[in-house]
């Protein structure tokens, strides 16, 4: 039986998971298997500062997030994380997806209303 509970509290640990990597894993599956018209436009809230929006196309996935970080300090820490990101990504070859930062909603956006400048 200790084995049962063992397994049963996994079960209930991956449970989050499983729930947010579910549209993760849809899209990268359709667009891996490249079969048929992919998928429509999507949106979830990670979090309640997080929005995360998935652009499909035949060719490509664009995964948008949309943070809101409510303390001055956060913003600043994310701006320079993010900047570095970009700056790193600039260096980086060879089919490794791109990186972009913006306070302006991506046109890709547009296909869920979103548009213009994003407060942050």
Known sequence: TTRLVESLATAV???RTHAIGGPFRAYF????????APPPPFHMNLREDTIVYFVP????????FQLDFQEKSDRIIARIFLAELMNRNRYVMGGIPLVTYTHDAPGELSQHGVCGH???
């Open 13 to 15: 640990g991956m449970l």
């Open 118 to 120: 994003v407060d942050g």
């Open 29 to 36: 599956d359709s667009l891996a298997t490249g079969c048929g």
């Open 57 to 64: 196309k035949t060719d490509r996935l664009t995964v948008i």
